[in-house]
């Protein structure tokens, strides 16, 4: 089974501190993705990676920054984190030809005081 | 640029009931189609999903049809179960280019026994 984890089911921060979301998958997927759901608005990409070392701005990248120094690892990473942050953060992984599925991880929910 | 319309929830329902989640979408070309769930304090599973007109995805019970013609891609389930209870989001690919996916909203699905 494809298996995607996520560094922490809960996280509580305050504002203006530095955050790190850490999304580690095991299929060799080429693809990671950071999605952020939030109630009413469903799921919003905010940043996605199709190879190491690679990024690309989704729909909501404001704030947000990703790092992929090694296949396995997708890091998202609050700068200065805001209240307005405070959400559900879901990574996901594809394979890169094979289909366009995403498996996804249980998701971190962050609070930010 | 591509979009997902879901029918909003809530939606309650009594065990074995006859459900019906409408989906429509926008998009250019042939996307593929996709509904995802997402159960209480989890990240979210694919539910099924069909990549071409006229192609019927199946799982679990769960239908859905891919209608080019009416743009649409409505889930389907003859009896729902208390275990159905869940978000339910339904969810596009575009044809070639990159692998993200576009989501609806979500409709949070409520069986009661």
């Known amino acids: 089974d494809v298996k995607v984890t996520q560094s922490s089911r809960y996280l509580v921060k305050r504002t203006g501190e530095k955050v790190f979301l850490e999304c580690v998958q095991d299929?060799?997927?080429?693809?990671m993705f950071w999605y952020r759901q939030d109630p009413g608005l469903g799921l919003r990409l905010i940043y996605f990676?199709?190879?190491?070392?690679?990024?690309e701005k989704g729909d909501i990248p404001e704030g947000y920054s990703v790092s992929r120094e090694k296949k396995e690892r997708f890091s998202l990473i609050l700068e200065s984190a805001s209240t307005n942050q405070t959400s559900m953060y879901l990574c996901?992984?594809?394979?890169?030809?094979?289909?366009?599925?995403?498996?996804f991880g249980p998701g971190t929910r962050l609070t930010v005081l | 640029g591509d979009s997902v319309t879901q029918m909003e929830g809530p939606v309650t329902l009594s065990e074995e009931a006859f459900l019906t989640i409408n989906c429509t979408y926008t998009?250019?070309?042939?996307?593929?189609l996709f509904w995802y769930v997402q159960y209480p304090g989890e990240g979210l599973q694919l539910l099924l999903k069909?990549?071409?007109?006229?192609d019927k995805g199946s799982n679990k019970g769960f239908e859905a049809t891919y209608r080019k013609e009416t743009t649409s891609f409505h889930l389907e389930k003859g009896s729902v179960q208390v275990s159905d209870s869940a978000v339910y989001f339904c969810a596009l690919s575009p044809y070639g280019g990159n692998y993200k996916l576009t989501f609806g909203k979500g409709t949070l699905l409520t069986v009661n026994p």
């Open positions: 069909a990549t071409k007109a006229d």
């Open positions: 996901a992984s594809s394979p890169g030809t094979s289909g366009k599925l995403e498996y």
């Open positions: 299929m060799d997927h080429e693809n």
């Open positions: 990676s199709y190879d190491v070392k690679m990024k």
């Open positions: 998009a250019t070309g042939y996307p593929s």
